[in-house]
């Protein structure tokens, strides 16, 4: 596609469920990035894919948060047992290369905007 | 820890009015400095950014931001804003030992009044 797709754009669940968002990065980006935006706050970094594998997972806050990027191309961000604390905007956001990335070339989703009731 | 700040979480101005978005950074041996812009029901874009060289740096739409190491300060500057302008700004950096992690201030919403 064009830009950076994310899926769902709203997701409304109860604590203590499981969920998952997309991330559809631009054709042939091969850095990934996921960020997490709570009210009032930017973005905090999440984790960082170059390739398949996931460089900097540093950000993820507690054993809950996984995600995946098996094909090198699209990515998952898995949450389970959902809290309250887990609501906020999840960015995904791609780049051409780990230079471009390092240097501020990132295209950024809309969002996924995660609500836990 | 470091971290970057924005000090203003709302700034109006009209129409035409200068406009200066401030941004301070943690010190750091070596940074490179973004300024990314929110228009609404879009994603972040890229605004401008610093990585060395010209401490001034300018976007295509007439914005421009200076790099000061002393105050450890990227201010994000326009001399005459338009309606179009209106957008949440935020400063970010990448520090030294931080490959390919932005670290983002917490945003300035920019509201221009005709």
């Known amino acids: 596609g064009a830009g950076v797709s994310q899926t769902p754009s709203n997701k409304v669940t109860e604590k203590g469920k499981y969920v998952e968002l997309r991330c559809d990065p631009i054709?042939?980006?091969?850095?990934l990035y996921w960020y997490r935006q709570s009210l009032g706050q930017g973005p905090e970094f999440l984790i960082y894919f170059q390739g398949t594998g996931a460089a900097d997972d540093s950000g993820l806050p507690n054993d809950r948060f996984f995600a995946v990027r098996p094909e090198g191309s699209v990515s998952t961000l898995k949450i389970q047992r959902t809290e309250r604390g887990d609501s906020a905007v999840y960015l995904c956001a791609s780049s051409s290369s780990a230079l471009a990335g390092n240097t501020g070339e990132l295209f950024f989703g809309e969002g996924s905007r995660l609500t836990v009731l | 820890a470091q971290s970057v700040t924005q000090l203003d979480s709302q700034v109006p101005v009209f129409e035409e009015a200068p406009v200066e978005l401030r941004c301070n950074y943690s010190?750091?041996?070596?940074?490179?400095l973004f300024w990314y812009v929110q228009y609404p029901n879009q994603g972040l874009q890229l605004l401008l950014k610093y990585l060395s060289g010209s401490t001034l740096v300018e976007s295509i739409n007439g914005f421009e931001a200076e790099f000061n190491k002393s105050q450890t300060s990227f201010h994000l500057r326009k001399p005459s804003v338009h309606i179009s302008d209106t957008a949440e700004y935020f400063c970010a950096a990448v520090f030294s030992g931080g490959y390919n992690k932005l670290i983002f201030g917490a945003g300035t919403r920019l509201a221009v009044h005709p």
């Open positions: 054709s042939g980006h091969t850095a």
């Open positions: 010190s750091s041996v070596s940074v490179y």
